[in-house]
C-alpha cells in the first residue's frame, strides 16, 4: 500500500523497509524454492510476473508489506545509511485515573538512500491482508478482499504472514520481534483490532510463534486443509496497541513468554520497540 511506500520501522534487530523494485530479483530467487513456496501456500512466478505484482501490491489498499532487514547483516555499514535501533523508553503507567502515554512508533531521520543501499540485508518479508469482520460470525471470517483499490477505512482485522527466508536467520526470535512490530504498528496506523494467521498442521514452528510467544488463540481448524487459524482480537483498535506493548514489554523482560500481565499500578520502563523513519523515493 502506498501508505507505507516511504516508512522503514526500525527495531532493535530487524528493519522493516517498503517492497521496491531494488528488491524484486533477490525475491524471486528465494521464490524460487519449492519448500519456501509449501510454507507460504504460493505459487513461483516469472520475473516478469514478480515485477507486475511488487506494482500491484504497491497500489493495492488492501495489502500492507514490509521486506525484513536484519540488523547484523548491516553491522559494516555507515551509521548515516542505517538507522540505528531505537534507544528511548516508553513510560506505561495502568491507572484507572491516568492515560496511558508512550512514543513507539515516533518519526525521525530520513534515510534517502536506505532501500537502495541495503538490499543485502534483506532475509524475508512480513505482509498485511486488510478486510472487514463479519459481525455475523468474525472468528470465522479469514479471507482478504484483494478486489478493490480504493482504500476501506472500516478495515478492522488483517491477516498476517511472515516469512523468513534465509535458514541462518530462523530460529533466532526474530519471527516475535518483527510480529509485535507490525501488529502494532497496524493497530495505531491502520485501525486494526484483530489479526489472524492461517498456519498448516506441520508448521510447527509458526504455531509456537504464534500461540506460544504472541498469545494467539485457535479459533478455527479446516480439516481438508490442514490447516488451523489463531487470532487475538479486541473491542477496539486502540485497546489492541495496548495489548501488543503489553505482550512486548512480557517478552522483552523474560524473553518468550507472553503470560506476563502488568499490575494495574505497575510502571513499567522498556526499551522502545521501533522507531520510524522516512526512506523516499
Given at each position: 500500500m502506498k501508505t507505507n511506500?516511504?516508512?522503514?520501522?526500525?527495531?532493535?534487530?530487524?528493519l522493516?523497509?517498503?517492497?521496491?523494485?531494488?528488491?524484486i530479483p533477490t525475491y524471486h530467487q528465494w521464490m524460487q524454492n519449492t519448500k519456501l513456496c509449501e510454507l507460504?501456500?504460493?505459487?513461483?512466478?516469472t520475473l516478469n510476473q514478480e515485477i507486475q505484482m511488487q506494482k500491484e501490491w504497491r497500489d493495492d489498499m488492501n495489502k500492507c508489506t514490509f521486506i525484513?532487514?536484519?540488523r547484523n547483516l548491516l553491522a559494516d555499514d555507515d551509521d548515516s545509511t542505517v538507522p540505528s535501533p531505537p534507544?528511548?523508553?516508553?513510560?506505561?503507567?495502568?491507572?484507572?485515573?491516568?492515560?496511558i502515554h508512550d512514543n513507539i512508533g515516533s518519526k525521525s531521520s530520513i534515510?534517502?538512500?536506505l532501500v537502495g543501499n541495503t538490499v543485502n540485508a534483506m532475509i524475508g518479508d512480513v505482509?498485511?491482508?486488510?478486510?472487514?469482520?463479519?459481525?455475523?460470525?468474525?472468528?470465522?471470517?479469514?479471507?482478504?478482499?484483494?478486489?478493490?483499490?480504493?482504500?476501506?477505512?472500516?478495515?478492522?482485522?488483517?491477516?498476517?504472514?511472515?516469512?523468513i527466508a534465509l535458514p541462518s536467520h530462523r530460529q533466532k526470535n526474530l519471527g516475535a520481534e518483527i510480529a509485535f512490530m507490525i501488529m502494532h504498528y497496524a493497530a495505531s496506523n491502520l485501525h486494526i483490532k484483530r489479526f489472524f494467521a492461517k498456519i498448516h498442521e506441520?508448521?510447527?514452528q509458526s504455531i509456537q510463534l504464534f500461540e506460544k510467544k504472541l498469545g494467539y488463540v485457535m479459533c478455527e481448524y479446516v480439516k481438508c486443509f490442514g490447516e488451523y487459524c489463531y487470532e487475538c482480537k479486541c473491542d477496539s483498535s486502540e485497546e489492541m496497541v495496548l495489548w501488543v506493548l503489553e505482550k512486548w514489554m512480557a517478552w522483552r523482560r523474560i524473553g518468550a513468554s507472553s503470560s506476563l500481565s502488568l499490575s494495574s499500578s505497575e510502571v513499567a520502563i522498556n526499551r522502545q520497540m521501533y522507531d520510524v523513519h522516512y526512506c523516499p523515493l
Open positions: 511506500y516511504e516508512q522503514c520501522l526500525s527495531g532493535m534487530n530487524v522493516l523497509i517498503p517492497y521496491r523494485p531494488e528488491h507460504t501456500a504460493s505459487e513461483p512466478l525484513i532487514l536484519a534507544t528511548s523508553c516508553i513510560i506505561k503507567v495502568y491507572n484507572d485515573d491516568e492515560e534515510y534517502t538512500s505482509n498485511l491482508f486488510l478486510s472487514d469482520i463479519d459481525n455475523d460470525d468474525d472468528s470465522k471470517k479469514t479471507a482478504a478482499s484483494t478486489t478493490t483499490t480504493t482504500i476501506n477505512n472500516h478495515y478492522q482485522q488483517a491477516e498476517i504472514d511472515i516469512m506441520t508448521n510447527v
